[in-house]
């Protein structure tokens, strides 16, 4: 099975590849094209800034590429904000798989820090995405921006609000949390992602 991770200026690519290995799947790091398109399984990583990774998407054309894909795709905390359509972060215009806004955490409260940075649980969780994985699972988070509730929301987290923590719109899938940061439930998820 030919698993490809999208290589662009983000700081988690390493961990995804390293944490894939540890449950028996190898994969590759690339922007090329044709080994996109020619992938059965594509994830989109993302650590950084949402401005910065589009200009480099859109340099590559991958941008669209992604945006027409047909096969399994998982974009994981960046990368749920990259496919939705747009984010306040930098005022970014997004790929817009998702029609949806990122909105940025705000707080009069000086316990709820920002960014969210720690464990946190998931809940509400549907899909095969989630066989197997407990509801209230805990799951790592690092972000400052949020994914509002919405219809094609599959896992929702509590955090100065409640927020998607997971969405699903047809053959893509996105989470907010880091998956290759989260023990063994997080593992179970990705090998989920490999097997649908």
Known sequence: MKIVIIKYPTGNIQSV?????????????????????????VILPGVGEASFAMKYL????L????????????????????LCQ?????????????????????????????????????????????QQIPN??????VHGYYVPLVKCTIAKTEYITSYSSA??????????FHPEKSSFIGHKILENFIQL
């Open 167 to 176: 969405l699903q719109k047809d053959n893509f899938y996105a989470v907010q």
């Open 136 to 141: 209230g699972s805990y799951q790592y988070f």
């Open 63 to 82: 941008d669209v590429l992604l945006s027409e894909l047909k096969k399994p795709v998982l974009g994981i905390c960046l990368g749920m904000h990259l």
């Open 86 to 130: 747009y984010s306040e972060e930098s005022h970014t215009t997004c790929i817009g798989v998702f029609n949806i806004k990122v909105r940025k955490f705000k707080s009069e409260y000086k316990e709820h820090k920002i960014p969210q940075i720690g464990w946190n649980t998931i809940h509400n969780l549907r899909g095969p995405l989630f």
């Open 58 to 61: 859109k340099k590559k054309k």
């Open 17 to 41: 590849l390293f944490s894939l290995e540890r449950i028996g799947i190898q994969a590759i790091v690339t922007n090329s094209k044709e080994s996109i398109q020619n992938a059965e399984k």
